[in-house]
């Protein structure tokens, strides 16, 4: 593999290279031109330097997307520190957690986390941060304070006639080990682990971004970031790699309801689109099924030649919908509904699946959407190798193990996780079950830890359970749990189009048991339900919109 170049000094060259373009806008708010991000990075350099801040403390952000929140984390970067990433949907119980447990000397916080936190919680902190305008919540130290109050004037003392881009010098990282931030996983299975990811990892699932985008994105191209940042997925696709080509990023800055995100991508027009599964299915299911429901439009969906017209006009639809502009759809996150992906395919839609974990900042798998298998998420990335632990890795499921730069140094403060998820020859344990075929492509089978077994020893995957259910009439979300030797199908119905169509609660329960015959014809006699249970709340679920199976399975 080539000599891993310094992360810090890609944001420098970055920064230097694009000092007039935009870079970070606040939808229907504020942007900011790279030179203004290089201003602030500056100012936050002299604030940390002033308050005493070391390289390599740990310094927290936690907050909604925002162009503020950006600045504020390529700061606490090329100063040297330690970014802790935190994301803003955890509760502030979560959130005194973990700038404790890692301890962080400082904490960003946005306009909504400021009032839910509490100070006396995290008695190491030497002061919190607000990031809309890098004030002051609370400082613990005449530093800090003397530090922010007499910020401008430090800063115009520094800089007396101007401040210009021979003036960006950043930290350069020593060793591509280094430890450039800790990310604390949202965990649909219990507590949450600090993933500590070197810069090597950054740097990596960059250069694997630049090798599969870069003759596509350019400097000056729109992208709208919807992911938190916070999580390693919006962070390296929705921010870092685009930052470092000279793209324009998009914060929602906002819950990114559907009308919001249809209004922005019209708006925005973004060059290439990074989503979790939830969101596309929501759009296909809630605007596009419909319609082929209709009794004329199945009739032509029947006649071939027709057809093919109609979707390629369904298609068009649908690209529009999200802009127009965009090379390809990359998913990922959490499985993807086998319905609404062989829809996709058939119309053919420029979408792909990719595959990772937080552990490798977070890519493992991917294939361009014109080479792209459905049902797979793409093949082992630049840099990386994979392997199924299994003795026939095309039949029988195993555990997907990575080897390579994007694996994690380990969890912080937590020898015993890292050793079991790091082996002596340096393979990274996933956890998820897959297989692979002879080109290399990756199916993903389940979460070992979610596998159940039947009671003759049969191996059961709810997630294909689930997938199946959830395409089934009324049924929004499900969890497939073991009770004894018996399998229950728990299911949030869709009562929006039960209300919709006057059906009652009896009606509902009526169309489960049908529902629940159906998937019982196609299922071998292992994997059938015994019964479906209706769950009236939506289910819990992480800030990456994978449901909290943990807390139904008990």
């Not at 390289?55 to 970067?77: P, T, Y």
């Not at 696709?237 to 009308?259: D, K, N, Q, W």
Request: glycine share 8%; net charge negative.
């Amino acid at each position: 593999m080539e000599k891993i170049p310094s992360f810090n000094q890609l944001i420098q060259n970055s920064i230097i290279k694009n000092w007039e373009r935009d870079a970070l806008t606040d939808y229907k708010g504020a942007t900011l031109q790279y030179h203004d991000v290089a201003r602030k990075i500056e100012k936050l350099h002299i604030m940390f330097e002033s308050s005493g801040v070391q390289k390599g403390d740990k310094i927290a952000l936690c907050g909604r997307n925002s162009a503020a929140w950006a600045a504020a984390f390529l700061a606490v970067l090329t100063y040297g520190a330690i970014a802790v990433p935190i994301l803003h949907e955890f509760t502030p119980d979560q959130i005194h957690n973990i700038v404790n447990h890692s301890d962080a000397k400082l904490l960003f916080v946005g306009d909504v986390v400021a009032t839910q936190v509490d100070p006396e919680k995290m008695p190491g902190l030497e002061g919190i941060i607000y990031i809309p305008d890098y004030s002051l919540v609370i400082s613990r130290t005449d530093k800090l304070t003397y530090a922010r109050e007499h910020l401008n004037e430090m800063f115009g003392h520094k800089y007396p006639k101007y401040f210009r881009k021979e003036h960006v010098h950043y930290y350069i990282e020593q060793n591509p080990d280094e430890m450039a931030l800790i990310n604390y996983t949202s965990g649909t299975t219990g507590f949450s682990k600090g993933v500590m990811i070197p810069y090597r990892a950054l740097w990596s699932n960059i250069d694997f971004a630049e090798h599969v985008m870069g003759k596509y994105l350019k400097a000056g191209d729109n992208v709208i970031s919807i992911l938190p940042m916070a999580h390693m997925y919006g962070m390296s696709f929705e921010f870092l790699f685009e930052f470092l080509t000279g793209c324009h990023v998009y914060y929602l800055t906002r819950i990114p309801s559907p009308a919001i995100v249809a209004a922005a991508f019209s708006d925005v027009k973004p060059r290439i689109i990074i989503s979790v599964p939830l969101i596309i299915e929501k759009i296909i299911k809630k605007k596009v099924f419909p319609k082929l429901q209709d009794p004329r439009m199945r009739l032509l969906l029947k006649m071939p030649g027709i057809n093919k017209k109609i979707y390629e006009r369904i298609n068009e639809q649908v690209t529009n919908a999200f802009g127009g502009n965009f090379y390809e759809v990359i998913i990922g996150g959490a499985a993807f509904s086998q319905e609404v992906e062989q829809f996709l395919h058939r119309i053919g839609f420029r979408y792909t699946v990719g595959y990772g974990a937080t552990e490798c900042a977070p890519i493992i798998g991917y294939e361009d959407w014109s080479r792209f298998v459905p049902g797979s998420c793409g093949k082992a990335v630049i840099h990386m190798q994979v392997e199924i632990d299994s003795p026939d890795p095309a039949n029988v499921p195993g555990e997907i193990l990575c080897k390579g730069p994007n694996v994690m140094l380990g969890y912080y403060k937590n020898e015993e996780a890292t050793k079991a998820a790091i082996d002596e020859n340096g393979w990274f344990h996933t956890g998820d079950l897959g297989l692979m075929d002879a080109e290399g492509n990756i199916f993903i089978k389940g979460r070992s830890k979610n596998m159940l077994l039947g009671s003759n020893g049969q191996n059961i995957y709810p997630e294909e359970i689930e997938d199946k259910l959830n395409s089934l009439t009324l049924v929004n979300e499900s969890v497939v749990i073991q009770e004894g030797d018996k399998l229950v199908g728990l299911v949030h119905p869709d009562y929006d189009t039960a209300k919709s169509m006057g059906l009652n609660d009896s009606d509902i329960k009526d169309i489960m048991e049908q529902n629940r015959k159906t998937l019982n014809a196609e299922q071998p006699a292992y994997c059938r339900l015994s019964e479906i249970r209706i769950h009236e709340e939506e289910f819990e679920k992480t800030p990456k919109r994978s449901i909290k199976r943990f807390l139904y399975t008990k």
